[in-house]
């Protein structure tokens, strides 16, 4: 296939601007939105400390991470100390317990990849999963959050990029394209890697925050208010950003030998990684490190068929905001088959 090439964006680009801002403001949560979740969550702890009084909850995954749209569902990671009991019981045990709150549709998906108890909450109208000692989701929610306070553009562009793959189909892992963790992953690192640089590469600056979880060291600095003009001498506009963005994973990316990675803010190859072949379902087909659990690629659900699918996207995306007379609304249009 041939490769187009594009130097130089078009020169109305950042006119473009305003009506992506708008969009971004149109998908931000109100703030009675956010003091909901805190709401369900302050109940729902007091409801499990009955039972278990050192057990803590913990909000993770775009309610936690500065970049979830409204009303999305709430997720929450309940941690406990219990190495008698194996992690089923515990759900089990959890659903029990919650079932004597004032909740609806409890219930325990034990057969799930990751175990959950569901539930919905009428006071709030909120909908939560809960998960048992996900504590590497708390603490990559926290690594997303704090680069997010860095600079808003990488929120905008998030913001963006999320609800353009949810509009396109491309945010489904069960079909085979990325979850919205990967798509904040790479608006992150993409951020990294402007020139000049629009977010610093925390986990390469000496650490103030380190936490050890499951095994993996997790260690960054996290003073990110001392890093508030950091970006200062980059004045890219959010319309420029996106078209560099799309540009990028539809034109530039080397899929064959590249691995982007948040944790070293650089691109690092898939050869010192051995992730060159297939092993089991992993098919490295786009590589996107985790930055916690390095040995984790947050591409490997995607597979031959859908890798062609996600880069007609991002070439369409492209083209979208190179050629179109009206971005903002093509780009979003719902996908079609
Ligand atoms: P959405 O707005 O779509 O709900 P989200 O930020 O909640 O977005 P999800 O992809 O649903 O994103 O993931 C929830 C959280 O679970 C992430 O923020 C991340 O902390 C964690 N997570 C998800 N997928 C992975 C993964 N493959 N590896 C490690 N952590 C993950
Ligand atoms: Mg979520």
């Given at each position: ?43 729902l702890q007091?409801?499990v400390?009955?039972?278990w009084?050192?057990a803590r909850l913990y ?17 929450v990671c309940f941690a406990i100390?219990d190495?008698?009991?194996?992690k089923?019981?515990i759900l089990?045990?959890l659903?029990?317990v919650l ?17 959950i108890v ?12 809960i998960c048992i000692n996900n504590l ?202």
């Amino acid at each position: 296939r041939i490769r187009r090439r594009t130097l130089e964006c078009r020169w109305d680009i950042d006119a473009l601007t305003p009506s992506f801002l708008s969009i971004f403001e149109s998908l931000v949560p109100a703030e009675e939105e956010i003091a909901k979740q805190k709401q369900l969550l302050f109940s729902l702890q007091n409801l499990v400390n009955k039972e278990w009084p050192n057990a803590r909850l913990y909000l993770y995954g775009s309610c936690a991470n500065s970049f979830g749209v409204s009303n999305s569902d709430i997720d929450v990671c309940f941690a406990i100390d219990d190495t008698d009991r194996n992690k089923l019981d515990i759900l089990l045990k959890l659903a029990d317990v919650l079932q004597s709150g004032n909740l609806q549709n409890v219930q325990a998906l034990t057969r799930a990849r990751v175990p959950i108890v569901k539930l919905m909450d009428p006071v709030t109208g909120l909908s939560c999963d809960i998960c048992i000692n996900n504590l590497l989701a708390v603490v990559n929610t926290k690594l997303l959050k704090d680069y997010s306070q860095i600079d808003g553009r990488l929120r905008q562009l998030a913001f963006i990029v999320k609800h353009w793959a949810r509009s396109r189909r491309v945010n489904e892992t069960y079909q085979g394209t990325l979850s919205s963790y990967a798509y904040v992953l790479m608006c992150i690192h993409f951020l990294q890697l402007r020139k000049p640089a629009i977010l610093p590469c925390l986990q390469a600056l000496e650490a103030t925050y380190a936490v050890t979880v499951d095994n993996v060291e997790c260690a960054y600095f996290d003073q990110v208010e001392k890093l508030h003009d950091f970006s200062a001498r980059n004045k890219e506009s959010i319309a420029r950003l996106l078209w560099a963005f799309f540009q990028y994973w539809a034109y530039h990316h080397d899929y064959t030998n590249d691995v982007i990675s948040v944790r070293t803010g650089s691109i690092i190859s898939k050869q010192a990684k051995d992730w060159t072949r297939r092993i089991g379902n992993d098919r490295h087909l786009i590589c996107i490190e985790d930055p916690f659990e390095i040995s984790h690629d947050l591409g490997r659900v995607v597979d031959k068929y859908s890798i062609k699918i996600l880069r007609e996207e991002f070439e369409r995306a492209a083209d979208i905001l190179q050629y179109d007379r009206n971005p903002s609304v093509t780009l979003f249009e719902p996908y079609a088959p």
